[in-house]
């Protein structure tokens, strides 16, 4: 017999960022010399307190089921994170702690579109946000940036993208994978137009730590009390604090959504790890010191990446603002020969420059956007260095 896979399943992609990790680890396995720049997450290990941490979680007993929306002692710390960083008042009912930022996203889905109902998603998007969506039986409607506008989205594209059917947009700044970040009246800007248009806001916040400007990321949930209404705050500790593996994102909002976003999780994933959420009490407690190390670093390696980058014929490059990632313009080099075989696409000078550079990149038509490719900085500064060079070697036996 053949199973036949549901219809919403069958036209659902695999992640293509980790389809490209796991290709460049296959030809690594091979015996191949292979830069990674495709990585999504930070290359440091999970601070030691942290894991200490979750190993006296679990020495106290702290490995049963817990309350499906997070332990209280980790919505406290989520409530004045929130606090501290963005002078907002969150009540306990108004956190969700989901297993990852990204199962944040999903239950937000689940929880608000019915049928057709529309969520704008800028491109280039994060990967994950498109299917999300479909999974919920809704639309996402792509609203295109370039850099003509530092690939961020103005109020006016932001108000001609809004439709009968549009519930939310997403805004997440800094951005994957672009880098680029709303300036504090940028995001004033949104949110009145959100507030007046009433379309709500996701504010996917997991790079806000990671930022290379003189002043902070502003959440759209500060700018008002009737912005606040209008946003659910996404965030986690996934990248802030090198803990992806680990699982714990959450959701600040308005109660009744995250009150229904906690009716999809009881019903499918229940609480997250209770080892985790322990662990991620002491991520957000404890010294912040390892994270403005970490931003330091990244932001010498942005520096690096993109002037190497800048420097090759035919690639171009932002400075971008935040998280750990490149978005280069390679539209320059379509057109070109290698070998006989005419490059034409993000995925075949991807596939180029994995073969016959060994450096591997992620394509941009993953995030919607086919001019470009997109390169991470989450390595040391030698593979920086050495993978830039390969790369600029390769694009010179272009004809
Ligand atoms: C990594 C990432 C997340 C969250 O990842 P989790 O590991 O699920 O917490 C959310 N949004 C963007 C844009 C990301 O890159």
Not at 57 to 66: N, S, W
Not at 220 to 240: D, H, Y
Not at 306 to 314: A, F, K, P
Request: hydrophobic share 40%; charged share 25%; proline share 5%.
């Amino acid at each position: 017999m053949t199973i036949e896979i549901s219809k919403k399943i069958q036209g659902l992609p695999e992640s293509p960022t980790l389809a490209v990790t796991a290709r460049a680890k296959e030809l690594k396995a091979e015996g191949a010399d292979i830069i990674s720049f495709s990585a999504g997450e930070p290359d440091f290990d999970t601070p030691k307190e942290i894991k200490r941490a979750a190993i006296q979680a679990i020495e106290a007993g702290h490995t049963k089921y817990t309350p499906v929306g997070g332990i209280n002692e980790l919505k406290d710390a989520i409530i004045e994170k929130l606090k501290i960083d963005h002078n907002i008042a969150y009540t306990r009912e108004e956190i969700l702690v989901s297993c990852g930022g990204k199962h944040s996203f999903y239950n937000l889905c689940q929880a608000l579109l019915n049928p057709g109902d529309e969520v704008i998603v800028p491109s280039p998007y994060w990967v994950s946000y498109p299917p999300m969506i479909q999974l919920a039986d809704g639309e996402a409607k792509i609203l295109t940036t370039t850099e003509a506008t530092g690939f961020k989205v103005t109020p006016k594209s932001f108000k001609d993208a809004i439709g009968e059917r549009t519930r939310a947009i997403v805004i997440n700044s800094p951005s994957n994978p672009t880098g680029a970040a709303y300036t504090s009246s940028e995001i004033a800007e949104i949110a009145k137009v959100a507030v007046e248009n009433e379309v709500l806001i996701i504010s996917d916040e997991i790079y806000e730590n990671i930022y290379y400007g003189d002043d902070k990321i502003v959440s759209a949930a500060s700018i008002s009390e009737e912005a606040k209404a209008i946003t659910i705050v996404l965030n986690g500790v996934s990248k802030a604090y090198s803990m992806t593996g680990w699982r714990i994102g959450y959701a600040a909002g308005p109660k009744e959504l995250i009150s229904a976003m906690t009716r999809v999780q009881s019903q499918s994933t229940s609480n997250p790890a209770s080892v985790s959420q322990w662990a991620s009490v002491e991520a957000l407690k404890g010294p912040k010191d390892k994270i403005d190390k970490m931003t330091k670093l990244f932001k010498s390696r942005r520096d690096l990446m993109v002037s190497g980058l800048n420097d090759i014929e035919g690639i171009k490059c932002l400075v971008p603002d935040g998280a750990f990632y490149v978005f280069a313009d390679v539209s320059e080099l379509y057109g070109k020969k290698f070998e006989g075989n005419t490059i034409n696409n993000s995925i075949e000078l991807s596939k180029f420059l994995l073969e016959s550079a060994g450096v591997a990149v992620v394509p941009g038509s993953a995030f919607g956007d086919d001019d470009h490719v997109r390169l991470s900085y989450a390595c040391g500064d030698d593979d920086i260095k050495n993978g830039i060079n390969k790369i600029k070697e390769a694009v010179s036996r272009l004809s």
